[in-house]
């Protein structure tokens, strides 16, 4: 069974077995149901949202975008993080990003308060790591450095764009859905209880 050899695969690396399925791509269509009886829960339901990049983002200002990682966007990581294991999988994504990659900051007050980052392949952008510290939500930060990043996305030669976010942040979808982006599909990760 599939199931057994995912399981031994993770074990002889040390690792928890994790498993992700994206709604009406998976096989058998019962996988959820033999995941749960073998002791998996469901966790972090993940919305993709994409958006095409023929109309240029609307203007967007205080916004410094850097091929490498900056000390700010590091710092906004650690300070936006809510544990070690949180930090390090970000700090992660961010170093693997492929080229040309962009780091965006937004630094009103010389702290950063918001974040992202972009890396194109092709025709096709990805949008990663938006993250706003918490006492700078609502301001609007997250909304320029998307629009910085979409900018940016498009001077590359960018179609379209796609981001990821947790299918329960209401927030974040509602500034995805006003910037153009659409729901695409959703995913979700089966772990064992603990």
């Known amino acids: 069974m599939a199931i057994n050899s995912a399981e031994a695969w993770y074990a002889a690396r040390g690792l928890p077995p994790r498993f992700k399925l994206t709604d009406r791509a998976f096989a058998p269509g019962d996988l959820p149901d033999r995941l749960a009886r073998r002791g998996y829960e469901c966790v972090m339901p993940t919305l993709i949202m994409t958006r095409n990049l023929a109309l240029r983002p609307p203007v967007f200002d205080n916004v410094a975008i ?82 910085a ?27 995805y859905e006003r910037e153009g982006f659409n729901a695409l599909t959703t995913y979700r990760f089966w772990r064992k209880r603990a």
Not at 149 to 174: K, M, R, S, T, Y
């Open 66 to 147: 850097s091929p490498q990682l900056p000390a700010l966007f590091d710092q906004a990581l650690r300070d936006s993080s809510i544990n070690t294991d949180d930090l390090e999988e970000r700090r992660s994504i961010a170093r693997r990003l492929p080229t040309p990659a962009a780091f965006a900051v937004r630094a009103p007050a010389g702290q950063a308060a918001a974040v992202g980052a972009s890396a194109v392949a092709g025709k096709l952008a990805g949008i990663f790591l938006m993250r706003t510290l918490p006492d700078e939500r609502r301001r609007g930060h997250a909304l320029h450095i998307l629009r």
């Open 149 to 175: 990043l979409l900018d940016w996305a498009a001077e590359q030669g960018a179609d379209f764009a796609f981001l990821q976010v947790d299918a329960g942040n209401a927030p974040a979808i509602a500034l």
